[in-house]
């Protein structure tokens, strides 16, 4: 708290003598396309004074410090022809000049429109952003096929995505594991509704409600500073101009389900009261009917001398997916201009989706040798996964996330002042999640483990237990009810201050900022046995549907006979004339509540070293404190008991130094040394033990986890090209500090108990990252007739991690990666633009990487290298109408994972091809 006041101190002195400063004359304004859009990053100059300034992401922009006379200002855009105005200042006054440029500019008869103009606002923020960064804009990712931010996101340099459902869901950036990122929304990191981590859900957010995503690969001092990997900013879009009214209506069909896709959006957005007040209104609406064929195994060895000539499936599972998701988003934002000095500003927005699952699974399990009947033996299970009437008989994944923020941009003389307060909620609730299960046990299998791609196990004894049939026994009927609750508090409050001018400017900027969150997740899980168990056995019987496909994709598998969803959802299991009911407390021993407070404050000077050198020094402070509380399960009582509240607290303090070298306007060499941090999971922290009594199984949390720190090196080479391209080359380098992995062990001893699996998260000891960085975009108008219509778009990353000391006992020596580490990344892009037509195949490659550590080398899971294909096209009918279509993983590329090697199948899981179609109008 002392350091906190001392720094307080100094910033409001600071503050105090820059606004005493002699006073002078302020020039705003907002650069404009011919279609009163906003261009974000264009370069505003006044040359006879050395002045200028870079436009923000919503195309404003702000010179301080101007004598008062009359000057010449001039700004370029790649892509569009440069403009120039007079405008006259008096000192202590503030000027406004808006300015339009020529869009529709050709470039060898290229019209710069559609794709070319959304490539064109990303590059030209990208050039003259101070620190390392990679943009998308709004639309350049309307000519993607990608449905949310997550599939945005893997066309970026560097980043690599998981896939749920056919959809990315979780993002890599830079061989770091989705923990080790941010994902913001106009600077406030969103919570993440997730039960027990801060991983963001990518598939929540919408691509289409979106302006523009930035990907802050070094931070700057301003920046929060728990990026490892990188912090995702989302940036909404701002109120335009003048009026703006765009809708989008489309359709589709998924393959794999043979069922149709919806999708609409609009836009509308307006300026009233004399342009002092600014609207933008939008929404967005996708209902997509999916499923996939999911093929699941767990392996282990016989021999400890031969493990993968002995290596043998102990469990088998055969599931069928069969989903509707629904995500809506909406959004408003409001500005609204108190003077030419002093803007006030509010935007929300809030993101909804609901996926209605039913899984059935069929389970080969406690697969082994038995010697003494030469024979392999174990059981089945027979499982399905549904809901109740009000979840439409499936399990109900019902998440949010919302975020309001009230704000306002100030100048107060030569200083400008900014603010914001915010609030976000992220949600997830599972209401009445109902399981049932059946099971035959002591059978005999034919097995066949040659393949390991494709390992056979076969119920051979008795035969009538290949599927379902009166051979099995009723095993439990489960219903749950999950909550989870992720509640962020935030005020940050920056002033920017300038000092020197000519050749050697400089800026100081300061700030301070509060967080404070609270998270809580609160589980109930019932069982129910059937009074008259006879009678429900010969019910459920008569209640069976084949799930069998014949082109099931995951392999030569069968789901078999499957319990109903209908018959599941539609049990009255609180009917206690019919069901007895238990609740299941150690399922309990998952509930937790954590507080989080976070109270930071940074300075960071912005320095000019003569025309071309650009230096950004300074140091941020990070203060955490935190309550953490759980559950303790007494497997002996079945009880919980409340832990005690566990606290802690302590400061990072994370110098960062950027240097930015313009060698002109448009080739620039970068270098960056940032300090950066992750701190561990929420559940993790919590000190709770849960007990799996069936499995002889128990985990419990870790009070004692430190965060995970990072330093961080970046070199990069810029060449932008005037006809709306890129060519760039880098390196970055990370010694990570104290990553956290979850260590288990086999047959640990415990307190005086023997578990079969023991598990707790752990800081398992440090690793060094090393990276190259390639990069090419580029028109293509050099080349004659119609060949000067194609572009490329194209990257590659190469990533190498490696881990020293290990601290997972037994582990110590492994020569491994870091979890979430792609050696390869690859996007390539071909398109094609014309006044009216644009199409665009887009191919994307991630190499495998090791994603969860075992006890040992063979127990590690890895995710398996992908190759995604997507094309769409586009076709203007007027200028404001268009067609458009689109289809996605042309090459049916599943989501699978091995176990040691990549030979060894852990899960394959496919979503075939889905098309989508539709109009969108520009009014």
């Not at 909620?425 to 299998?445: G, H, M, Q, W």
């Amino acid at each position: 708290m002392t350091k906190l006041k001392f720094f307080l101190s100094v910033f409001l002195l600071t503050l105090a003598l820059a606004v005493q400063a002699e006073p002078s004359g302020v020039i705003k304004g907002r650069v404009l396309d011919a279609d009163n859009l906003s261009l974000p990053g264009a370069a505003v100059f006044i040359e006879s004074i050395n002045k200028g300034a870079i436009s923000d992401n919503h195309g404003y922009f702000t010179i301080t410090g101007i004598p008062g006379g009359a000057y010449q200002l001039s700004v370029t855009y790649i892509g569009f022809n440069p403009d120039e105005k007079q405008v006259s200042v008096e000192d202590g006054e503030t000027a406004v000049v808006d300015f339009s440029l020529k869009s529709g500019i050709e470039l060898s008869e290229i019209v710069v429109s559609g794709q070319l103009q959304g490539q064109s606002k990303a590059l030209n923020t990208q050039m003259n952003k101070g620190n390392i960064t990679n943009i998308i804009s709004s639309d350049q990712v309307g000519r993607f096929p990608d449905a949310n931010i997550g599939d945005a996101l893997k066309r970026i340099p560097g980043i690599n995505v998981q896939y749920d459902q056919g959809e990315a869901r979780f993002g890599n950036i830079r061989g770091t594991s989705p923990q080790y990122n941010s994902v913001m929304v106009n600077g406030e990191r969103i919570p993440s509704a997730e039960a027990e981590d801060r991983t963001v859900q990518l598939d929540l957010v919408p691509a289409d409600m979106i302006q523009s995503i930035e990907v802050n690969k070094a931070v700057t001092p301003d920046m929060d500073a728990d990026a490892i990997g990188g912090a995702v900013n989302l940036v909404t879009r701002s109120a335009p101009y003048d009026r703006r009214v765009s809708l989008t209506l489309g359709s589709g069909y998924n393959i794999l389900v043979e069922k149709p896709i919806y999708n609409g959006a609009f836009v509308i957005g307006d300026r009233f009261l004399n342009n002092k007040l600014g609207v933008i209104a939008s929404a967005s609406y996708h209902n997509h009917q999916l499923g996939s064929d999911n093929f699941e195994s767990e392996w282990d060895y016989m021999d400890e001398n031969d493990k993968d000539g002995t290596a043998f499936t102990e469990e088998i599972q055969i599931r069928q997916y069969y989903l509707q998701r629904i995500r809506q988003s909406y959004s408003l934002s409001f500005d609204y201009k108190l003077n030419e000095n002093h803007t006030l500003f509010a935007n929300g927005i809030y993101n909804h989706r609901n996926d209605w699952e039913n899984r059935y699974r069929t389970v080969y399990k406690d697969i082994e040798f038995d010697e003494d009947a030469n024979a392999w033996i174990g059981m089945m299970e027979k499982e399905t996964k549904g809901g109740n009437p009000d979840t439409k008989n499936a399990r109900l994944e019902d998440q949010r996330m919302m975020n309001f923020t009230l704000g306002g941009d100030h100048q107060l003389g030569p200083v400008s002042a900014d603010w914001t307060a915010s609030y976000s909620k992220a949600s997830e609730e599972r209401p009445n999640e109902r399981y049932i299960v059946y099971e035959v046990e002591d059978l005999t299998f034919a097995t066949d483990f040659t393949d390991k791609g494709a390992p056979k196990v076969t119920g051979v004894s008795p035969s009538s237990s290949a599927d379902f049939s009166s051979d099995y026994a009723f095993a439990e009927i489960t219903e749950e009810f999950q909550l989870t609750e992720d509640i962020d508090k935030n005020f940050k409050l920056n002033f920017l201050i300038p000092w020197l001018e000519d050749d050697f400017k400089n800026s100081l900027k300061l700030g301070v900022r509060y967080k404070g969150k609270e998270k809580m997740r609160n589980n109930r899980m019932f069982e129910y046995s059937p009074n008259d168990e006879d009678a429900f056995n010969a019910a459920t019987l008569g209640n069976l549907e084949n799930l069998t496909k014949d082109n099931f994709l995951a392999g030569d598998y069968a789901a078999g006979q499957q319990v109903s969803k209908e018959y599941l959802g539609e049990l009255d299991l609180t009917n206690s004339s019919l069901f007895e009911e238990e609740p299941i407390v150690e399922e309990e021993a998952g509930n937790f509540n954590a507080t989080e407070n976070i109270v930071g404050g940074y300075v960071m000077l912005n320095q000019n070293l003569g025309p071309n050198l650009l230096v950004i020094a300074g140091v941020r402070v990070e203060n955490t404190s935190q309550e953490y509380q759980g559950n303790q399960y007494d497997a002996d009582e079945d009880v919980n008991t409340l832990s005690e509240k566990v606290s802690d607290s302590y400061v990072n303090v994370l110098p960062g130094l950027h240097l930015k070298y313009d060698f002109n306007r448009t080739t620039i060499l970068r270098a960056a040394w940032t300090n950066t941090l992750a701190r561990p999971n929420y559940f993790s922290l919590v000190p709770y033990r849960e007990i799996e009594r069936e499995d002889n199984e128990i985990a419990i949390g870790n009070p004692e986890l430190i965060p995970t720190t990072s330093m961080n090196f970046d070199l990069m080479f810029e060449k932008y090209f005037q006809s709306i391209g890129i060519l760039s080359g880098g390196v970055f380098y990370k010694d990570i500090k104290d990553f956290i992995v979850t260590e288990t062990r086999e047959n640990y001893l415990f307190e005086g108990t023997t578990w079969d699996t023991y598990s707790q998260p752990i800081n398992g000891g440090n690793a060094e990252i090393f990276g190259l960085e390639l990069a090419a975009q580029r028109q293509l108008d050099f080349l004659p007739g119609f060949w000067k219509n194609f572009g490329v778009y194209t990257n590659y990353t190469y990533t190498t991690s490696s881990i020293s000391d290990f601290r997972i006992e037994g582990r110590e020596d492994d020569d491994i990666s870091l979890p979430g580490t792609a050696k390869h990344t690859f996007n390539g892009s071909l398109s094609y633009e014309s006044k009216r037509f644009s199409f665009r195949t887009s191919l994307n490659y991630s190499s495998d990487f090791v994603d969860e550590f075992g006890e040992e080398a063979f127990y590690d899971r890895y995710y398996n290298e992908t190759v995604h294909l997507d094309v769409n096209a586009n076709y203007a009918i007027t200028p404001k109408f268009r067609l458009y279509a689109e289809a996605n993983n042309l090459l049916n590329t599943p989501l699978y994972y091995y176990q040691g090697v990549s030979s060894r199948l852990m899960q394959a899981e496919y979503y075939n091809v889905r098309f989508q179609f539709g109009v969108k109008f520009d009014l």
